[in-house]
C-alpha cells in the first residue's frame, strides 16, 4: 500500500508530459506515443460514458420497481432511454427515425428548457429591479430586455433600432457577448491548464495518490 501513491505519481506524470510535449515538439516517436495515449483516453472516456449509462439504468429501475416516489418519471425515462438505444443502433445516427426523435422530441425540449430560462431571466429582472436600483442594475435589465425583445417580438412587430443587422440586439449578441464569452473560454483553458499542472507536478493527486 505504501508504493501505490508514488507509483501512480510517476505514471500520470509520464504519460501527462509525453501528451504535453507531443503537441510541441516534432518528433515522430513522440507523436506516435501521443496519439496513442489520446486514443486510449478517448476510449476510456467511451466506457466511462457507458457505466454512467449503466448506472443511469439501473438507479431509475430500481426506484420504478420499488414504486419509489417519482417511479412515473423514471419509467418514462428508462423506455425513451431503450427506445432511442435501439433506434440509433438499427437506424444509425442520421437515419430518418433518429432524425425524426430529435427534431420532434429533444428540439422541443432543449427549446422548452430556453424558454424557462427567459421566464426565469424576467423574474430575476423584476427581484433585482425591487431589491436595488443602482447603474449595473438598469445595465442589465435594459440589456435583457433588448435582447429578449430582439429575438422574440410582441405579436410579431419588429421594433425599429433592435432587429436587423444593425439593430441593438445583434450589436450586443456580436461584441459584448462574445466578448464575455471568450473571456469565460480563456478563464476555463487557464484553469484547466493550472489544474494539469498541478496534476503533472504531484500537487494534486486524483488518482488514488
Known amino acids: 500500500m505504501r508504493f501505490q501513491a ?16 507531443g503537441y510541441f515538439l516534432d518528433m515522430p516517436l513522440l507523436t506516435a506515443f501521443k496519439n496513442v495515449f489520446v486514443q486510449w483516453a478517448l476510449m476510456l472516456a467511451a466506457v466511462a460514458l457507458l457505466v454512467g449509462v449503466a448506472n443511469l439504468f439501473s438507479v431509475h429501475w430500481r426506484k420504478a420497481r420499488r414504486r419509489e416516489k417519482g417511479a412515473t418519471s423514471s419509467l418514462v425515462l428508462l423506455i425513451s432511454l431503450l427506445v432511442t438505444i435501439l433506434v440509433t443502433g438499427y437506424f444509425g445516427p442520421t437515419g430518418s427515425w433518429t432524425m425524426w426523435i430529435f427534431n420532434y422530441v429533444q428540439v422541443p425540449l432543449e427549446t422548452s428548457l430556453m424558454a424557462l430560462l427567459a ?32 429575438t422574440a417580438p410582441l405579436f410579431g412587430v419588429e421594433l425599429p433600432g433592435i432587429h436587423g443587422p444593425n439593430g ?6 456580436q461584441i459584448p457577448a462574445v466578448g464575455g464569452a471568450r473571456g469565460i473560454l480563456i478563464g476555463v483553458a487557464l484553469g484547466t491548464l493550472a489544474t494539469g499542472l498541478r496534476i503533472l507536478l504531484g500537487a494534486d493527486r ?4
Open 119 to 150: 421566464i426565469v431571466l424576467v423574474y430575476a429582472i423584476a427581484k433585482l429591479f425591487g431589491r436595488r436600483v443602482d447603474l449595473f442594475t438598469l445595465i442589465f435589465i435594459g440589456t435583457a430586455l433588448v435582447v429578449l425583445l430582439g
Open 168 to 173: 441593438i440586439k445583434y450589436l450586443i449578441a
Open 6 to 21: 508514488p507509483i501512480s505519481v510517476v505514471i500520470a506524470i509520464a504519460f501527462g508530459l509525453v501528451v504535453l510535449l
Open 206 to 209: 486524483p488518482y488514488g495518490g
